[in-house]
């Protein structure tokens, strides 16, 4: 059974840090692009980050540049978001999903495996 499954989201304090894991079991996320989404109440879904089969190539929201950084861990078969400086506006349910192809798309219609979600809530 294909499945992703987020995890690491929880409340913190405006400043501080998380990291978001993404573990994919029933297929191996290296042959994949991999993408972290957010998605605030009343708003659209975003993407925030994404990174390539190969770990070569990431790209970043211009909103989170600076402060997240995505990696992954092929011997665990996982992306990860880490999460720094976090402020109010990050506050969403965060989702990875993934492309059939090596190389990052831009949209969430350009991924179509999508976790269930976890959320971040930055408050104080």
């Known amino acids: 059974q294909l499945q992703l499954v987020e995890s690491g989201g929880g409340l913190v304090q405006p400043g501080g840090s998380l990291r978001l894991s993404c573990a994919a079991s029933?297929?191996?996320?290296?042959?994949?692009?991999t993408g972290w989404f957010r998605q605030a109440p009343g708003k659209e879904r975003e993407g925030v980050s994404c990174?390539?089969?190969?770990?070569?190539?990431?790209n970043y929201a211009d909103s989170v540049k600076g402060r997240f950084t995505i990696s992954r861990d092929d011997a665990k078969n996982t992306v990860y978001l880490q999460m720094n400086s976090l402020k109010p506006e990050d506050t969403a349910v965060y989702y990875c999903?993934?492309?059939?192809?090596?190389?990052?798309?831009?949209?969430?219609?350009?991924?179509?495996?999508w976790g269930q979600g976890t959320q971040v809530t930055v408050s104080s």
């Open positions: 999903a993934v492309r059939p192809y090596s190389y990052c798309g831009v949209n969430a219609d350009d991924f179509n495996y």
């Open positions: 029933g297929f191996r996320l290296n042959y994949y692009a």
């Open positions: 990174i390539s089969s190969s770990g070569s190539s990431t």
